[in-house]
């Protein structure tokens, strides 16, 4: 048949070949005419034919044989020996099938039948598109891998060549002090030579003197002749120059590494929670892509809540679209109703110290870091757990990623590092500080602050005050870019980052606390707008999943709500 008009063709009867097929044999799976019928059902005497319309084949199962009974089809199911029976096999006292639970076989088969069909809707609507997008992301990971690698590879090579650089002006500058040295010596020996040769021709004049007055042969001249040999029996200094030594420094390949420049560590992490099976439905961690929201033309402030902190309002995180959790300069943490604007709950942190940051799980736990006594601590079922203790390092920011980790950014003032840090559960990941070039991502100083979050594409955003910068590197930890701020500012003060988050459109939002105001910008860095609203030194910041921010203000300790996307 030709497989563009296949389509197309009559269908034949299996044993005459020419008359059109009416009829089907559900037992031999073979199709027949109706004049073949007959010839069909005594073809094979021992098999019960079940003929059918063609329109009804497969109606008729085909039971299996009994493996007890080889002339009995099996028409039960023994559940507990998991195999076909016939009833002679539950009809048999001494069978090895009394007392067992006994199923009807097309029962089973329906089961299993619903089992398969949904499995297979699973693979294909499910399961396969998701392992697409793991391949996508990757291939996507594997070129991003090639690039940044090429750019380091450029790094090293440009670092080479300036080394060259200072080598040949080193090696030049040597030699001409070799040449200076060489110059000195051979005018001081040189000046020696003149003198000598000068003392050689004194001595034949006074040789060539002596001999005319010892060639005559008149007294009186001899007699006058005075011999000045002694005054050259004086022999003049001799000079043995010394030359310059050139002491090569040891090349030692180790010590000339750290001079160079060195590598910091490379990692490939294992994650098996890394990623989420595609759904179908309406989630805000779903695979596909979110639906494209424009900013509004003005923001529009929804709610106002009052949280009543005394000396200062710090963090807000979002535990629902209903519900926020909020700290400030006292140990106590508090849980609003959004709508009500009404205290919920509240917990005191267990050190008695006020938190410097919280956050919030995916499974709906607090997470707050203690700055004071070094730890991170998680609230569940009204308990405080402390999840991590550090020696030398303080936890600041904290947030809770897609993958359930936990990322905490962390200084150490006595030795002037900053450092963000991964962690499953109490267990050390990742640790992301320098640069491909080996400097420091973040600033240091005693009284900096920092926050941290995740974006969608889980790049790691950071706002560092000591640097008057937003920070955001890669999943890997290498730097994609540094936001300094847009001008004009709304006060002309310079960027002040304090609270920062991401929304549906991976846009990065950070509070500027010198000028009362949000900075939206886009995952690449590039500024969008600012958020005024008639913030008061704003300092923390978080968005539900209705992409609607909440931002905390220090001085008048309220939460406003505001709705900046369409």
Same mark, same amino acid.
């Given at each position: 048949?030709?497989?563009?008009?296949?389509?197309?063709?009559?269908?034949?009867?299996?044993?005459?070949?020419?008359?059109?097929?009416?009829?089907?044999?559900?037992?031999?799976?073979?199709?027949?005419?109706?004049?073949?019928?007959?010839?069909?059902?005594?073809?094979?005497?021992?098999?019960?034919?079940?003929?059918?319309?063609?329109?009804?084949?497969?109606?008729?199962?085909?039971?299996?044989?009994?493996?007890?009974?080889?002339?009995?089809?099996?028409?039960?199911?023994?559940?507990?020996?998991?195999?076909?029976?016939?009833?002679?096999?539950?009809?048999?006292?001494?069978?090895?099938?009394?007392?067992?639970?006994?199923?009807? &076989?097309?029962?089973? /088969?329906?089961? $299993? %039948?619903?089992?398969?069909? @949904? !499995?297979?809707?699973? *693979?294909?609507? #499910? +399961?396969?598109?998701?392992?697409?997008? &793991?391949?996508?992301? /990757?291939?996507? $990971? %594997?070129?991003?891998?090639? @690039? !940044?690698?090429?750019? *380091?590879?450029? #790094? +090293?090579?440009?670092?080479?060549?300036?080394?060259?650089?200072?080598?040949?002006?080193?090696?030049?500058?040597?030699?001409? !002090?070799?040449?200076?040295?060489?110059? #000195?010596?051979?005018?001081?020996?040189?000046?020696?030579?003149?003198?000598?040769?000068?003392?050689?021709?004194?001595?034949?004049? !006074?040789?060539?003197?002596?001999?005319?007055?010892?060639?005559?042969?008149?007294?009186?001249?001899?007699?006058?002749?005075?011999?000045?040999?002694?005054?050259?029996?004086?022999?003049?200094?001799?000079?043995?120059?010394?030359?310059?030594?050139?002491?090569?420094?040891?090349?030692?390949?180790?010590?000339?590494?750290?001079?160079?420049?060195?590598?910091?560590?490379?990692?490939?992490?294992?994650?098996?929670?890394?990623?989420?099976?595609?759904?179908?439905?309406?989630?805000?961690?779903?695979?596909?892509?979110?639906?494209?929201?424009?900013?509004?033309?003005?923001?529009?402030?929804?709610?106002?809540?009052?949280?009543?902190?005394?000396?200062?309002?710090?963090?807000?995180?979002?535990?629902?679209?209903?519900?926020?959790?909020?700290?400030?300069?006292?140990?106590?943490?508090?849980?609003?109703?959004?709508?009500?604007?009404?205290?919920?709950?509240?917990?005191?942190?267990?050190?008695?110290?006020?938190?410097?940051?919280?956050?919030?799980?995916?499974?709906?736990?607090?997470?707050?870091?203690?700055?004071?006594?070094?730890?991170?601590?998680?609230?569940?079922?009204?308990?405080?757990?402390?999840?991590?203790?550090?020696?030398?390092?303080?936890?600041?920011?904290?947030?809770?990623?897609?993958?359930?980790?936990?990322?905490?950014?962390?200084?150490?003032?006595?030795?002037?590092?900053?450092?963000?840090?991964?962690?499953?559960?109490?267990?050390?990941?990742?640790?992301?500080?320098?640069?491909?070039?080996?400097?420091?991502?973040?600033?240091?100083?005693?009284?900096?602050?920092?926050?941290?979050?995740?974006?969608?594409?889980?790049?790691?955003?950071?706002?560092?005050?000591?640097?008057?910068?937003?920070?955001?590197?890669?999943?890997?930890?290498?730097?994609?870019?540094?936001?300094?701020?847009?001008?004009?500012?709304?006060?002309?003060?310079?960027?002040?980052?304090?609270?920062?988050?991401?929304?549906?459109?991976?846009?990065?939002?950070?509070?500027?606390?010198?000028?009362?105001?949000?900075?939206?910008?886009?995952?690449?860095?590039?500024?969008?707008?600012?958020?005024?609203?008639?913030?008061?030194?704003?300092?923390?910041?978080?968005?539900?999943?209705?992409?609607?921010?909440?931002?905390?203000?220090?001085?008048?300790?309220?939460?406003?709500?505001?709705?900046?996307?369409?």
């Amino acid at each position: 048949m030709n497989p563009r008009t296949s389509a197309q063709d009559v269908m034949r009867c299996d044993l005459c070949e020419t008359a059109v097929v009416q009829m089907h044999c559900d037992t031999c799976l073979v199709n027949l005419c109706t004049a073949c019928v007959g010839k069909h059902m005594i073809s094979d005497e021992s098999k019960d034919h079940k003929v059918v319309k063609f329109q009804a084949r497969k109606s008729t199962p085909l039971y299996p044989r009994c493996k007890s009974h080889s002339k009995d089809h099996s028409t039960m199911y023994c559940n507990q020996c998991d195999i076909p029976i016939c009833p002679k096999c539950i009809a048999s006292e001494s069978g090895k099938h009394q007392g067992h639970k006994v199923s009807e &076989i097309l029962e089973v /088969v329906n089961e $299993r %039948m619903n089992k398969f069909v @949904k !499995e297979r809707n699973e *693979l294909n609507d #499910t +399961i396969y598109p998701t392992y697409q997008d &793991i391949a996508s992301d /990757v291939q996507n $990971r %594997m070129s991003q891998l090639e @690039k !940044e690698y090429g750019d *380091l590879s450029t #790094t +090293i090579t440009k670092h080479g060549e300036d080394w060259h650089r200072e080598i040949d002006k080193l090696v030049k500058k040597l030699k001409a !002090e070799v040449d200076e040295m060489k110059n #000195t010596q051979l005018q001081t020996l040189q000046k020696h030579l003149d003198e000598i040769n000068k003392t050689m021709s004194d001595i034949k004049d !006074e040789t060539d003197s002596v001999k005319m007055s010892t060639d005559t042969n008149d007294l009186s001249k001899l007699l006058g002749v005075t011999s000045n040999a002694d005054r050259y029996k004086n022999l003049p200094h001799k000079l043995a120059p010394s030359l310059p030594k050139f002491i090569p420094g040891k090349i030692q390949g180790e010590e000339l590494c750290k001079s160079f420049g060195i590598l910091s560590s490379s990692s490939l992490t294992s994650d098996k929670h890394g990623y989420s099976m595609k759904t179908t439905q309406k989630s805000p961690e779903a695979g596909s892509s979110p639906p494209v929201k424009q900013l509004l033309d003005q923001p529009e402030t929804v709610t106002t809540i009052d949280t009543g902190y005394h000396y200062g309002l710090y963090n807000v995180a979002c535990l629902s679209d209903e519900e926020i959790w909020t700290s400030g300069n006292d140990s106590t943490m508090k849980l609003y109703s959004i709508n009500q604007g009404s205290l919920l709950k509240s917990t005191t942190a267990k050190s008695g110290n006020n938190p410097y940051d919280i956050a919030v799980t995916k499974s709906g736990d607090l997470v707050y870091t203690d700055d004071s006594d070094r730890t991170v601590n998680i609230v569940k079922n009204e308990k405080i757990e402390e999840v991590i203790r550090l020696q030398n390092w303080k936890p600041l920011g904290v947030c809770s990623t897609s993958s359930g980790d936990l990322l905490v950014i962390m200084d150490s003032y006595i030795n002037k590092q900053t450092k963000v840090v991964r962690y499953s559960g109490s267990t050390e990941k990742q640790t992301i500080q320098i640069d491909n070039k080996g400097k420091p991502l973040y600033s240091s100083g005693r009284y900096n602050t920092f926050y941290i979050t995740e974006n969608r594409d889980l790049e790691i955003c950071v706002s560092d005050w000591g640097a008057n910068a937003v920070v955001v590197v890669n999943q890997a930890g290498i730097l994609r870019f540094r936001y300094t701020g847009h001008t004009p500012a709304p006060k002309n003060e310079p960027l002040s980052p304090q609270g920062i988050t991401t929304d549906s459109q991976s846009n990065i939002l950070t509070a500027d606390y010198n000028n009362d105001c949000v900075h939206i910008i886009d995952q690449d860095g590039q500024f969008l707008r600012y958020i005024d609203c008639g913030l008061s030194e704003p300092q923390g910041l978080c968005i539900d999943t209705n992409d609607n921010l909440f931002v905390a203000q220090c001085r008048n300790t309220q939460v406003k709500k505001i709705k900046y996307l369409q």
